[in-house]
């Protein structure tokens, strides 16, 4: 079963997830901001950060479930991240990263917790994009292949990597915060390229950037930053992405 998938098809509609770094306010703002994004009309809220201890998650975790009744799929930095509260984990591998850690140890430590937590996994190639001049944190932490704007061949060779081992999505990362979002010409090129749904993120700061991420291809719209600094942009990127027609 592919979830991804099978909400996209049930909907008949783009997604947007949310994205709460369980590190940056306390849980009890983080269920306030996944219940504004819920009103909004967010489809699920994303849990992860890349410096989360266990009971951070944990407390954010529990905090979200009780306030919403969305989706709430964790994003984990590494195995510690693995909660028995949540409903889904992205089950996920840095396909550029240079680093054994992030490629498949950190999965062997977490596979064992899935099972005994019964979380549902879903399978996804993460590739980290370096789209500006500043190192966004991902960048720093992950020693990474690098991947610049116009590396087009290079990323459908990881993209297609992720759909050939059976993942049942791409996310395409420009980072937290990052200065620019995923270049159009890449989202553009995964997506014809894939059959499997295409997630974008990282650095989407307004509606017109989300419809255009969309329009060139993307699936799903993840902002994180935003609901922190400013409701009426996710507001406004949420409705953007919602109302889209397929
Ligand atoms: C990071 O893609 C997400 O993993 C969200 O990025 O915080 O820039 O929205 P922003």
Not at 87 to 105: G, H
Request: hydrophobic fraction near 40%; charge should be negative.
């Amino acid at each position: 079963m592919n979830v991804i998938r099978e909400w996209l098809d049930e909907k008949k509609e783009k997604l947007h997830f949310t994205l709460i770094d369980p590190d940056k306010q306390k849980p009890e703002k983080a269920a306030k901001i996944a219940d504004i994004s819920s009103s909004y009309g967010t489809d699920a809220i994303m849990i992860g950060g890349s410096t989360v201890n266990r009971k951070r998650v944990e407390a954010t975790t529990i905090a979200t479930k009780d306030a919403i009744d969305l989706p709430v799929i964790i994003f984990p930095n590494s195995a510690n991240a693995v909660t028995e509260f949540a409903d889904y984990i992205f089950f996920m591998c840095l396909l550029n990263s240079r680093k054994r850690r992030f490629l498949i140890e950190e999965q062997i430590a977490g596979a064992p917790l899935i099972r005994k937590f019964g979380l549902h996994p879903i399978g996804m190639g993460y590739i980290v994009i370096s789209t500006g001049k500043r190192k966004t944190t991902i960048e720093k932490l992950t020693d990474l292949d690098l991947i610049r704007d116009g590396d087009i061949d290079r990323l459908l060779s990881y993209a297609l990597t992720a759909q050939y081992y059976g993942m049942h999505c791409v996310y395409l990362e420009a980072g937290s915060g990052a200065e620019k979002p995923i270049p159009n010409e890449m989202i553009m090129a995964v997506h014809e390229a894939l059959d499997i749904p295409l997630i974008v993120g990282g650095g989407i700061r307004d509606g017109k950037t989300a419809r255009d991420k969309i329009e060139h291809g993307a699936d799903v719209i993840v902002t994180g930053t935003i609901a922190e600094e400013d409701l009426d942009k996710l507001r406004e990127i949420i409705e953007t992405v919602k109302g889209y027609r397929i």
